[in-house]
């Protein structure tokens, strides 16, 4: 596999704008990730009966300017042949597998349990992640991190461009047809983003996601 060139900003994110963007996201997040703590609880204990291991996965990916970033997620994969790893904790699982979802389609063979489809059509598998939000390691809007193998098979020189930009939990392609789209089409709209991205944009996403999760279409 070959290396992705990074270019680091000596200070990303210095607009006035985005930081405040920034902050307004962390003490939101901070109190979503409250709220719905009910929630997340409950779905782990329900994960965790059901597949009799740890109810959180972290997945190795690339994030903001090239740094390594362990997403965590609600497992949903606990058959035979889902990823395994002997690192992590009672809480966690750390995944190493580069390859990334390249394998994903519907009715997927390796989400063996009705409860696992239903969070991941609706997403719930992801609010987790409003962490590395609050964390500052992600932001609620911008390009889907990546593994490495993905950014430099599917992406190639594009990747330092969009690895300027915070990876989001929602982005440009999540509300344009999320996973039934190709990786030329999602790399052409992560450039988009990071190339026209802006507050009205910003919101647009936000906006158009509330909607795009309820009805868990072209997600699986």
Request: proline share 5%; aromatic share 8%; with cysteine.
């Amino acid at each position: 596999m070959g290396s992705i060139g990074i270019v680091r900003e000596a200070q990303p994110g210095a607009d006035l704008v985005w930081q405040a963007v920034g902050i307004g996201e962390r003490v939101a997040s901070a109190f979503l990730l409250a709220t719905i703590s009910p929630v997340i609880g409950a779905s782990a204990v329900a994960v965790s009966l059901l597949s009799r291991r740890t109810p959180l996965i972290a997945h190795r990916r690339v994030g903001w300017c090239g740094s390594t970033l362990w997403m965590i997620k609600l497992r949903t994969m606990w058959g035979e042949d889902s990823p395994r790893a002997a690192t992590g904790s009672h809480w966690i699982e750390y995944i190493h597998d580069d390859e990334g979802p390249k394998n994903k389609q519907d009715c997927d063979p390796r989400v063996t349990h009705w409860f696992a489809r239903f969070c991941r059509r609706h997403s719930l598998d992801e609010l987790p992640q409003l962490w590395h939000v609050i964390a500052g390691e992600m932001s609620l809007v911008g390009p889907r991190p990546l593994t490495a193998t993905e950014l430099d098979r599917y992406y190639g020189a594009a990747a330092p461009e969009i690895l300027q930009v915070k990876p989001g939990l929602a982005g440009l392609w999540q509300v344009s047809g999320r996973n039934r789209l190709s990786y030329a089409e999602r790399r052409s709209l992560d450039l988009k983003l990071a190339r026209n991205r802006s507050l009205r944009m910003y919101l647009r996403i936000l906006l158009q996601t509330i909607p795009e999760v309820l009805r868990g279409s072209n997600s699986w």
